[in-house]
């Protein structure tokens, strides 16, 4: 997870301004799934990261005071995994890739 705290950045389409956040599928353990991070700099820039590890870290420290967090991160994932398996799919298709064939391997999934 990226957080801007203070300058400008441009990625794909977008301009960010402090406050910005970006890379919410850290949180995906298939890497194939994440969007790309990568941001160009318009002027001096500071940011807070937070890695898949630490925030499930945390997770997992705040569940007695929290109940419900690891399941409302759990649910979030699995929808964003489904989301982002659907468009990965959609454009192998588009590219003419033929259909997926025989249970889901994640090793295929890395090579598009």
């Given amino acids: ?9 441009f990625r794909t389409t977008r301009t960010h301004q402090a406050g910005s956040a970006w890379g919410v599928d850290f949180m995906l353990s298939n890497t194939a799934l994440q969007e790309p991070v990568k941001a160009f ?5 500071e940011i807070s ?3 898949r590890e630490d925030f499930m870290r945390l997770v997992d420290h705040h ?5 419900d967090l690891k399941k409302r991160v ?15 799919e959609a454009k192998r298709r ?4 033929s259909l997926l064939t025989g249970p889901w391997n994640p090793d295929e999934w890395q090579q598009h």
């Avoid at 997870?1 to 950045?9: D, F, K, M």
């Avoid at 569940?63 to 109940?67: A, Q, Y």
């Avoid at 588009?94 to 890739?97: E, T």
């Fill in 41 to 45: 700099t318009f002027t001096y820039v």
């Fill in 94 to 97: 588009q590219s003419g890739g």
């Fill in 63 to 67: 569940e007695e005071r929290c109940p």
């Fill in 74 to 88: 759990r649910n979030f994932c699995c929808w964003l995994a489904l989301q982002r398996a659907v468009m990965l």
């Fill in 49 to 51: 990261t937070l890695r």
């Fill in 1 to 9: 997870l990226y957080i801007l705290n203070r300058g400008v950045v």
